[in-house]
């Protein structure tokens, strides 16, 4: 399986996603489309954690405040599914593997995995 999950308007996004071979990707992009519950039980299978999915950098996520919040595992899953915003992106899933956000290290390991 090799899917990516992207928002077509981040040029984070874009720069990626044109770096990295996409021929045999299927492509979501998360506005348009948002996912699902049981994609995101997917990511979550793969990440083992809600938070890790999370973009803590969300223009929403400051004004809401939510940082001064303790929130729970639960509360990223609800903030996710309520607000495509929410989901670090973009998230690679390649075979067993899961590729999440633009940070270079990650992107680095994406490259080596698809080659």
Known sequence: MKKVYFLQTC???????????????EKQEIKSNPITVD????MY??????????NKRAKLYKSMDLKNQNLTEADYRQYILDQYTFLKRPVFLVDDEIFIGNSKK???KLKEKIG
């Open 11 to 25: 040029d984070t996004c874009k720069r990626i996603l044109k770096e990295v071979n996409l021929e045999s990707f």
């Open 39 to 42: 994609q995101l039980e997917e």
């Open 45 to 54: 299978f793969y990440s083992h954690s809600y938070e890790a999915l999370f």
């Open 106 to 108: 990650e992107v680095e």
